[in-house]
């Protein structure tokens, strides 16, 4: 995806967040229940977390310098953990405001307004999720896709909440308002720890799937004719980038052009095949074959 456009994105994210936060914090006032507040409080995070994703998509597009020679694309991770602790802040503040739901002795109205304005908050928030989640994961972009799993969770925490209050109406059950509450939390909890513990994963050098390493290694073996095996194969995930590094044996009699040009094809063919791969080719003598990893074909 190009810088310009997931800047756009990014940037788009701030302004359907005000959009939500405002409609939300409409339902509330006309309606004035914790439920549609726990709601309401959960787009102040959106709108924070689209502002720490636009700021980790410019910076993580920034070419590699002498201080950072791999690049800076684990920037975006950080923006998803910080997006992951927010998430459980706002979770806190809606435990809250159950607290006082519980304890106080005010009892939400009935509003047409309140809960059309509502829906439109919640349809608006599930597009432009499904928006973020399939562009993040075309263009290999962990802050959109961490964005787009948030405003997820909200869609559906917001149609329970929703739902919920229509029922508190129905059947006067003033309980059930800030109990609403209660459950919304718990979800924005579980979406903030998966978020974070996700990200980590990505901040520790996590690996490529099994599939693209079933991938690199059938690309590796039909492409290396003229080696011997290739063994000690590793990679490594930084936001939109794949590291990959192994060992290439070839014949101990081989010129270092004839080597050379088996890794030039092994790298266009798996650069081809392999969004974001930067490889590195560490070429042994045939003494040093391991008999085991990759078998060229």
């Given at each position: ?8 994105i ?33 787009s ?7 502002i ?18 791999y ?10 953990v ?11 503040s ?10 106080g ?12 304005m509502?829906?439109?908050a919640?349809l ?16 290999r ?15 559906v925490s ?10 508190v ?35 520790m ?16 073996s039909?492409?290396?004719e ?18 990959i590094d ?6 101990g ?5 004839a ?7 092994i ?23 391991k ?7």
């Amino acid at each position: 995806m190009k810088l310009k456009l997931r800047l756009r994105i990014a940037f788009a994210s701030i302004v359907v967040g005000t959009l939500v936060l405002g409609l939300k914090s409409g339902a509330y006032y006309y309606t004035g229940s914790i439920a549609l507040f726990s709601d309401a409080l959960e787009s102040t995070v959106n709108i924070a977390s689209s502002i720490a994703t636009l700021a980790a998509v410019w910076f993580a597009s920034k070419p590699a310098d002498s201080n950072h020679p791999y690049g800076h694309d684990k920037a975006e991770y950080f923006a998803a953990v910080l997006v992951g602790v927010m998430i459980v802040l706002a979770a806190l503040s809606i435990f809250h405001a159950a607290w006082l739901g519980f304890t106080g002795d005010d009892r939400p109205d009935y509003s047409l307004l309140g809960i059309g304005m509502n829906v439109a908050a919640t349809l608006l928030n599930g597009v432009w999720a499904r928006y973020l989640i399939h562009h993040g994961k075309s263009g290999r972009s962990p802050a959109l896709v961490a964005d787009g799993k948030h405003l997820m969770t909200d869609v559906v925490s917001s149609a329970g909440v929703l739902a919920g209050f229509v029922l508190v109406l129905a059947t006067g059950w003033q309980v059930l308002d800030p109990t609403l509450a209660v459950l919304v939390g718990l979800t924005v909890l579980w979406s903030g720890w998966g978020l974070v513990k996700e990200s980590v994963g990505g901040l520790m050098d996590e690996a490529a799937s099994s599939d693209v390493l079933d991938k690199i290694r059938l690309l590796i073996s039909e492409h290396g004719e003229g080696a011997i095996e290739a063994h000690d194969l590793r990679t490594r995930i930084a936001g939109k980038s794949i590291f990959i590094d192994f060992h290439l044996v070839v014949p101990g009699d081989m010129s270092v052009e004839a080597a050379h040009a088996i890794c030039d094809r092994i790298e266009r063919a798996i650069v081809d095949d392999v969004p974001g791969a930067r490889i590195t080719i560490h070429v042994e003598p045939e003494h040093k074959a391991k008999h085991s990893g990759i078998v060229v074909l």
